[in-house]
């Protein structure tokens, strides 16, 4: 089983050619690989494996995957029920 992640890309950067940028994981900022979503835009949502963005998603799918993926105890730390 492989774990994509949402994140926003925040930068874009050339590397000897090939298209990378920075995405943010909620604070944590990595570069990863922008040549399977050359049309990635900064701000776009961004699912991400294994340092590779595979496709675009639109913001509040990006959420839902973040607040499924933190499970119940980020849903007790923001005073919502369970």
Same mark, same amino acid.
């Given at each position: ?32 690989? *922008?040549?399977? $979503?050359? @049309? !990635?835009?900064?701000? +776009?949502? /961004?699912?991400?494996?294994? #340092?590779? &963005? *595979?496709?675009? $998603?639109? @913001? !509040?799918?990006?959420? +839902?995957? /973040?607040?499924?993926?933190? #499970?119940? &105890? ?9």
């Amino acid at each position: 089983m492989c774990l994509a992640l949402p994140g926003r890309l925040v930068e874009h950067v050339q590397h000897e050619g090939l298209p990378l940028g920075v995405v943010d994981f909620g604070g944590v900022r990595k570069q990863i690989c *922008l040549e399977l $979503v050359p @049309e !990635a835009r900064l701000g +776009d949502w /961004l699912l991400v494996h294994a #340092g590779f &963005a *595979l496709r675009a $998603v639109d @913001e !509040a799918a990006a959420r +839902d995957a /973040l607040a499924a993926l933190r #499970g119940p &105890a980020a849903a007790t730390e923001t005073g919502s029920e369970p």
